[in-house]
């Protein structure tokens, strides 16, 4: 009888557990849908970012307009992940300090499923804003590869997932000390931005700059993305990007979901 209930009893807690994870990605998403003004206000810095850096880009590259915007918007795709993902940790903050968490632990619901149906509903927002972004430079003569583009909304998903589940671990491991959740997460995203060559070719800098990018995942996500909007699928960067954000999808829900088991 053992044998033969055994599977059973693992499909329905996989079955709870799918539930449990669609029910949380689906609370996660409620503010977002009931506050898309807040999606359309993210999107400020980015083009910023482009309006800005696109013309000295193409003043000191000598290339044309659309050369430029095939080399830069893939970057700047990125860096929508790399900002939006790495600062969710602080609606978790937040819960935290308003209890809301807290009643969220006590609920007949996996914690593990907190934990991925948050990092799910990251991959949400990263799509709409990169999507978002690529049509607004259409005009000015940046040519996306369609095919390309939407394997790469996938890579950035999933880089963007396994980043925001490492923000929520943060988020619980400085819940006594909020303020050690910003300074963590500003401390790091500002050296690995810049050392991903998304903003700028990191071929120009010094030797240990480039040795520094070569071990940042975030610089193979990069290179990926550039290659996939290119139409590129057979390049070695795709696969090391897709390698590198899977390994980081896989390190930040498992640190992300030990955290969360843990809560208290």
């Known amino acids: 009888m053992t044998a033969l209930t ?44 482009l309006g800005l850096f696109g013309p000295l880009l193409i003043g000191s590259s000598g290339q044309s307009t659309p050369e430029v915007l095939a080399w830069f918007v893939p970057g700047i795709l990125v860096m929508i992940a790399l900002f939006g993902t790495s600062a969710t940790g602080s609606n978790l903050l937040y819960e935290m300090q308003t209890g809301s968490h807290e009643r969220t632990l006590v609920a007949p619901i996996a914690r593990s499923s907190l934990l991925v149906g948050r990092a799910l509903k990251e991959m949400v927002p990263i799509i709409v804003q990169a999507a978002v972004i690529a049509l607004v430079t259409i005009p000015f003569g940046f040519r996306p590869n369609l095919a390309g583009m939407a394997a790469s909304l996938v890579l950035l998903a999933i880089f963007g ?42 071929e120009d800098g010094p030797e240990w700059m480039r040795v520094a990018a070569s071990i940042n995942p975030i610089s193979h996500v990069v290179g990926a993305t ?35 088991r843990k809560s208290s």
Request: net charge neutral.
């Open 6 to 49: 055994a599977p059973t009893v693992s499909s329905d807690r996989d079955s709870h557990l799918l539930r449990d994870t669609w029910n949380v990605f689906r609370r996660e998403l409620q503010p977002l849908l009931h506050d898309p003004f807040s999606l359309i206000f993210s999107l400020l810095q980015p083009i910023v970012f």
């Open 161 to 202: 997932m396994g980043l925001g589940a490492l923000s929520y671990a943060l988020a619980l491991a400085s819940r006594k000390k909020d303020w050690m959740f910003w300074a963590v997460q500003q401390a790091l995203i500002f050296p690995l931005m810049i050392l991903s060559g998304m903003l700028l070719p990191i």
């Open 226 to 260: 550039r290659a996939l909007f290119a139409g590129d699928f057979g390049a070695p960067v795709v696969l090391g990007g897709f390698v590198a954000a899977s390994a980081l999808a896989a390190v930040g829900l498992w640190v992300g979901i030990t955290a969360m």
